[in-house]
């Protein structure tokens, strides 16, 4: 079946649009124009002000978008139990952040965005149920108005973070326009470092259990599931039985297309690739032997390869991520954010999405590596871990609700 171009309203400020500070607005898009999806530009002078919430209901009704897109600031100002805008609109809404933080303050700075930004743009649009997307543009200087003799700052769009948002929302469009029966996702379980045969430990969540569920659940909703475990137990033993990996020679011609400057960090911290391919310490069991003590794992890989321990149910790949740092020093290397990934990490993010072609992540547990990892707090650039190694896919993180903080 052949499906029209996807249609995307972008919802701004009227106040952009009257100062002739669009910039941002233009170039997101043309960036999803040449991605094969239909933007469709809407300012408004504030999603609280009732007459243009009144036309923008009305413009959605007529466009029936497969996505939204607003750079607008706040929540929607519903009351507590009201749907919102986005609630009747019923498909994704991302969040964009045209910042009012100078560049070179978001480029320089670890937090990303400063305080106001961050409660305008991230904090309170999550009471509506938006996406963060990411930023689209920051506060730059202007060439100069001669006949003003005046430089004024206006929102300048940065390319690469335009052009990630509309990957990422690409990959929102991919995942819902690909028949149940044919998508595939990946099911991600954590190995949080902890005492031996708790992989897959969450606070109050039995992972392994959780995750044979959501099998069951997805076969259910029309997925391709096969070969269900029956237990736990056999779970983790189909993901010790993995044979799956990427080829050295695959790693190498893709990360060539990311950041240098990312890519020479991983390497200054653990050598080049092919060394840790032939070297790397296996990964420990997942299981317990009788005496209690985590097994040692199998004996290191001597082929040009990166295994992983993963298993396929039909179009379901449920993993293990590999550790982002030492064997031997797990937990301190997990929660150090200064410490770049090993290229094995950065090497499972790739086979996930090129070799497996997996439409979505799903997080089940504890908090992952991904939140240690190098980067931005928020407003990530290209040089952030997180980005580099999940890409645009989506990432569902579901959790147990009386523990929030550990899947915050």
Not at 122 to 146: C, N, Q, W, Y
Request: net charge negative.
């Amino acid at each position: 079946e052949e499906y029209a171009a996807p249609v995307i309203p972008i919802l701004f400020y009227r106040s952009m649009l009257l100062a002739a500070d669009v910039a941002p607005i233009d170039a997101l898009f043309e960036a999803l124009s040449a991605r094969g999806m239909a933007p469709v530009p809407i300012f408004v002078s504030s999603l609280k002000d009732p007459a243009s919430l009144a036309f923008v209901e009305t413009a959605l009704a007529a466009l029936n978008p497969a996505a939204i897109i607003t750079a607008t600031a706040f929540a929607s100002g519903a009351e507590p139990g009201v749907e919102t805008l986005f609630d009747r609109a019923g498909v994704p809404v991302f969040q964009v952040i045209v910042a009012t933080t100078r560049r070179d303050i978001w480029q320089n700075n670890q937090r990303g965005l400063a305080p106001a930004d961050l409660a305008m743009h991230v904090v309170l649009p999550e009471l509506d149920g938006r996406i963060l997307a990411g930023a689209i543009s920051f506060k730059g200087e202007s060439e100069t108005d001669p006949a003003l003799a005046f430089r004024a700052f206006a929102n300048r769009p940065e390319p690469d973070r335009v052009a990630q948002v509309a990957n990422r929302v690409q990959a929102f469009i991919r995942l819902q326009r690909t028949p149940r029966a044919e998508r595939k996702l990946a099911i991600l379980i954590p190995d949080y470092p902890s005492a031996p045969g708790r992989t897959g430990y969450a606070v109050g969540l039995d992972v392994p259990s959780s995750v044979l569920a959501m099998l069951h659940d997805l076969s259910e909703q029309g997925y391709a599931v096969e070969g269900i475990p029956q237990t736990p137990r056999e779970l983790l033993d189909e993901l010790e039985r993995s044979e799956g990996g990427l080829g050295l020679g695959d790693y190498l011609d893709l990360s060539a297309e990311l950041p240098a400057e990312a890519i020479a960090a991983v390497t200054a911290a653990w050598g080049n690739a092919a060394d840790e391919t032939g070297l790397c310490d296996a990964p420990p069991s997942v299981l317990p032997d009788m005496s209690g003590r985590t097994e040692g794992g199998v004996q290191a890989p001597t082929t040009a390869n990166f295994p992983f321990r993963a298993a396929t149910f039909g179009n379901i790949t449920v993993a293990l991520a590999p550790d982002r740092g030492r064997s031997a020093d797990r937990r301190a290397d997990y929660h150090d954010p200064t410490l770049p990934p090993r290229h094995a990490l950065i090497a499972f993010g790739f086979w996930l999405r090129k070799t497996v072609g997996v439409h979505a992540l799903v997080h089940v547990g504890a908090h992952g590596t991904l939140e240690w990892l190098p980067g931005k707090t928020v407003a990530l650039s290209e040089n952030c871990f997180p980005e580099i190694v999940t890409g645009p896919l989506p990432v569902i993180y579901p959790f147990i609700v009386s523990n929030p903080g550990e899947a915050a």
